[in-house]
């Protein structure tokens, strides 16, 4: 989808790991961002990035961190995986947060399952 | 901040017939709104938005939007559903100025029958 790859695609891991997803793009835009889709929650943003280094929270970024050393990648750090963050990640992509330029472009989803 | 409600958790249509999605937004401040369409196992993609001018907007797919500023609504709309319409639908606006993050809906399941 618009050269936007999630990795990985499916993960189970245990309480208390530390687990780490990536989004890689290949449009080279500006902005990019982590939602996680919970059933009854629709989508909800948990960090966006403006540019290399530079990253704010969204409305559910407790117990997430997020880096991007490199415009093309996104990395989203579950430092101890807890049961309440399973749920279906989604990175999306916009070349600027004006209305003509929202998210339109989101990758395939990461399933995270912790037992 | 700003919300949306999306009514109708689930929409059962048949084939051919017409479909109207329900969405309500909240906001203090003058906004765009969006609809995204999710099919099984995807990420989201854009099916129309509303930026500013005509009030109806046309999207892919043969699906069209109405916004109501005195209503707060952005109502989501086809005359004739395909089976291949079956998916997950999406309303979602931001502001139009200072931080715009997206704000969606819970979602409506649309199941078209044939």
């Given at each position: 989808d618009a050269g936007i790859t999630q990795s990985p695609r499916h993960k189970v891991t245990e309480t208390g790991t530390p687990v780490t997803l990536r989004c890689h793009q290949t449009?080279?835009?500006r902005y990019m961002y982590w939602y996680r889709q919970d059933p009854g929650h629709g989508l909800r943003l948990i960090h966006y990035s403006y540019g290399v280094k530079d990253t704010d929270k969204g409305?559910?970024?407790?117990g997430y961190s997020v880096s991007r050393s490199k415009t093309e990648d996104f990395l989203l750090t579950l430092e101890s995986a807890t049961s309440s963050q399973t749920s279906v990640y989604f990175c999306a992509i916009s070349e600027s947060t004006g209305g003509d330029n929202q998210p339109q472009h989101f990758g395939d989803g990461t399933r995270l399952s912790i037992l | 901040a700003q919300s949306v409600t999306q009514l109708d958790s689930q929409v059962p249509v048949f084939e051919e017939a017409p479909v109207e999605l329900r969405c309500n937004y909240s906001s203090s401040v003058s906004v765009y709104l969006f609809w995204y369409v999710q099919y099984p196992n995807q990420g989201l993609q854009l099916l129309l938005k509303y930026l500013?001018?005509?009030t109806l907007v046309k999207g892919i797919n043969g699906f069209e939007a109405e916004f109501n500023k005195s209503q707060t609504s952005f109502h989501l709309r086809k005359p004739s559903v395909h089976i291949s319409d079956t998916a997950e639908y999406f309303c979602a606006v931001t502001r139009?100025?200072?931080?715009?993050n997206l704000f969606f809906g819970t979602g409506t399941r649309l199941t078209v029958i044939p």
């Open positions: 449009e080279n835009h409305e559910v970024s407790d | 500013s001018g005509s139009q100025t200072g931080a715009n």
